[in-house]
């Protein structure tokens, strides 16, 4: 099945200071990737749409400066947390579909990135 | 109105009983429709995936679509302590931007 890789699985970071995330397909192309962010026993909260070449698409409340997506390949795509504060301490997880995104096909995750900022 | 709804549990059952996970939704439109399980402090994995009427069968596992009533439902047999998890709900809407909405989950308790 299809796999999507999520790196760094956990980080701790001072305040202050800027966290990258990294997803990838590994065995399959995504023209599409999705960036989601979970706090402790809540639902998962779509952050952003990751597009392959173009600008991502952030919902609606989520901080486009603060979150600085890139989806430089078909492969990847990354997530900056930028000038991070205790309040982003999250889990951050990250998802493709097959193809073009398009369609039924279900989303993969990674494997999440629980991010600490102290 | 949430778009998704399930009841947050905790849902309890004994070992190899069955347990029936339950899900609305609000988008009429709606097409595709997915179970994924998630453990404690660890990433969604897809369980099942539905898109037509009717019932379809994984294993222990049941996914159950009625389009009308705008219901989705899971159910697992012969339950396990390891299914002990939260089950989330999550549909793509109508929209043709496929979002996926996700449910709040229900966590189950399979209880030895």
């Known amino acids: 099945g299809a796999v999507v890789s999520q790196h760094p699985s956990r980080v701790i970071c001072k305040s202050g200071t800027s966290v990258k995330i990294e997803c990838r397909s590994l065995?399959?192309?995504?023209?599409?990737m999705f960036w989601y962010r979970q706090f402790p026993k809540k639902s998962l909260m779509l952050m952003a749409t990751?597009?392959?070449?173009?600008?991502?698409?952030?919902e609606q409340g989520v901080e486009k400066d603060k979150f600085l997506i890139n989806h430089a390949s078909l492969t990847l795509s990354t997530l900056t947390v930028t000038s991070a504060h205790p309040e982003d301490s999250s889990f951050y997880i990250c998802?493709?579909?097959?193809?073009?995104?398009?369609?039924?096909?279900?989303?993969?995750f990674g494997n999440g990135t629980r991010l600490t900022v102290t | 109105q949430k778009e998704v709804e399930q009841n947050s549990g905790p849902l309890s059952v004994p070992e190899g009983a069955i347990a029936s996970l339950n899900c609305t939704y609000s988008?009429?439109?709606?097409?595709?429709f997915f179970w994924y399980r998630q453990y404690s402090g660890k990433s969604p994995e897809l369980i099942m995936f539905?898109?037509?009427?009717g019932d379809k069968e994984d294993g222990r596992f049941t996914a159950q679509l009625n389009k009308a009533s705008q219901y989705v439902s899971l159910l697992i047999r012969d339950s396990q302590p390891s299914d002990s998890a939260t089950y989330l709900c999550a549909v793509i809407g109508s929209g043709g931007y496929q979002k996926v909405t996700f449910g709040t989950g229900t966590k189950l308790q399979v209880i030895p």
């Open positions: 990751s597009n392959e070449g173009s600008k991502a698409t952030y």
């Open positions: 988008d009429r439109g709606s097409q595709s």
């Open positions: 065995d399959f192309q995504a023209t599409t």
């Open positions: 998802s493709a579909r097959e193809g073009a995104g398009t369609g039924d096909s279900p989303l993969h």
């Open positions: 539905i898109y037509s009427n």
